[in-house]
């Protein structure tokens, strides 16, 4: 299996963007699929998870206010929607495989390679 993001670019505080996670090499509808992110000079942290049906997981209310998570398992593609980019929300994004179809707190089994997003004010 293996997982390319993209959609990764500069955007201005208040902007939308949508992250894209293309899946190849598998059956894409056996995953969950979780999304990640490492800040300048901080270690990778979740953000999202969504399991193969379509119910989603956040890591906190504030995360759910800014993102959204999707996926469409006929186009083996996933989404991360960043509905209003906060400077803090600067990252790489990386999404990954989840070991489990229906556990979003499984551990990732196959990771991207990541996406960056830098937000400036």
């Known amino acids: 299996v ?11 505080a208040g902007d939308s963007l949508r992250l894209s996670c293309a ?11 979780g ?3 490492q800040p300048p000079g901080k270690e990778r942290e979740f953000v999202a998870a969504i ?3 379509g119910g989603a997981t956040m890591d906190s209310d504030s995360v ?3 993102f959204a998570i999707a996926r469409d398992n006929a186009k083996n593609t996933g989404y991360l929607v960043m509905i209003s980019a906060q ?5 790489v994004y ?10 979003v707190t499984s551990t990732p089994a196959v990771w991207g390679q990541g996406t960056q997003v830098p937000v400036s004010s």
Do not use: D, N
């Open 23 to 33: 899946v190849s090499g598998g059956t894409f509808r056996h995953y969950a699929m």
């Open 64 to 66: 759910k206010e800014r």
């Open 35 to 37: 999304w990640f992110r």
């Open 94 to 103: 990386y999404c990954a495989a989840l070991s489990s179809p229906v556990a």
């Open 87 to 91: 400077i803090e929300a600067t990252a």
């Open 51 to 53: 399991t193969w049906k």
């Open 2 to 12: 293996q997982l390319i993001e993209s959609g990764g670019q500069w955007v201005q």
